[in-house]
Structure formats: structure tokens, C-alpha cells
């Protein structure tokens, strides 16, 4: 089995993952990129590092029983899809915590009340998307919202979330 967990830069993806306790192997593709080089220059505009998708995609084929957790996730084949999902007003605000300029924690305030990682994940994987909101929630009840998807203990959800009155 291949999970994928992805949402907006800010989410919660890594905290949460870092608290599941499943049998999947864990992939963090932000450290795979680092590692393995597989970058493809950087988006200067945003300051951030272009992932090479098709190393990504290479490097991931033949891995089972993983738990891929990025932002690009939903990019490659998987079972279940999570999308972890955060008001934008709180997402601005933990981006700015963790030091990212106030113009890309903006940008991707916007991207979340726009639905963006959604529609890719939904566009991808069509049924097997499962939407989680992490806004004021427990990392550890995130984690288990995840675990639940992981063991089929819960339904696919997409669209159940609605930030469109952000913007």
C-alpha cells in the first residue's frame, strides 16, 4: 500500500506524520529531493527549490508499503490520498512562525482557500481522497485521523472543506 500525505505548505503534514504509528514505511520527499539531488534548479520568485518530478517518480517506483508525505505527493501513484487542510488565516500565521516571507505565506494562504492541493489530489486520484482540517486540532488527533485512512477505518472526503470566504 502507498499513502500519500500532501497539503499547502503549512498544514501540518510532517508533525502529523512524524505522530502516526502505522506498519508503512515513512518518506519524507522534501529530504529525498535534498539527498538524492533531485532538484531542478531553483523558482527564485519564491525562493524555493524546483523538484525534478520525474526522479522523483523513478525513485519512488517499486517502494510499497509507505507513508509519502510533501506538498507533491498527490503527484505520484497511491492508494489513499490525505490532504491536510488549514484556514488560511491560521496557515499565514504558523508560516510567518516558522520565518517564511509574508509574500509566499500570502500565496499560499490563497492557494488553500482556492483548494488547489485538493483539486490536483481530487484531478489524480479522483475517489480515493481523503480531506482532513487541521485547523486548531492536535497534531496527535491529526495523526490519528491518518492511521484511521491508513487501517480503511474511514471514508474517502473530498470537498468537505470550505475556506472560500478567506479571500
Not at 80 to 90: A, D, I, Q, S, Y
Amino acid at each position: 500500500m502507498r499513502v500519500a500525505v500532501t497539503g499547502t505548505p503549512g498544514t501540518g503534514k510532517t508533525t502529523a506524520v512524524g505522530r502516526t504509528d502505522t506498519d508503512l514505511d515513512v518518506i519524507h520527499l522534501n529530504d529525498v529531493i535534498e539527498r538524492e539531488g533531485f532538484d531542478a534548479g531553483t523558482d527564485d520568485e519564491r525562493g524555493s527549490v524546483v523538484a525534478d518530478v520525474d526522479a522523483l517518480d523513478a525513485w519512488l517506483d517499486g517502494r510499497d508499503d509507505v507513508l509519502v508525505e510533501s506538498h507533491l505527493a498527490h503527484h505520484f501513484p497511491a492508494d489513499r490520498v490525505v490532504v491536510l487542510r488549514c484556514h488560511p488565516e491560521t496557515l499565514e500565521q504558523r508560516l510567518a512562525e516558522r520565518g517564511e516571507s509574508r509574500a509566499k505565506a500570502q500565496e499560499n494562504a490563497e492557494a488553500e482557500a482556492l483548494d488547489v492541493v485538493l483539486s490536483e489530489a481530487v484531478a489524480e486520484h479522483d475517489e480515493s481522497v481523503y480531506e482532513i482540517d487541521t485547523t486548531d486540532r492536535d497534531p496527535d488527533a491529526v495523526a490519528r485521523d491518518i492511521e484511521a485512512v491508513v487501517a480503511g477505518e474511514r471514508d474517502p472526503s473530498a470537498g468537505t472543506v470550505d475556506f472560500i470566504d478567506y479571500l
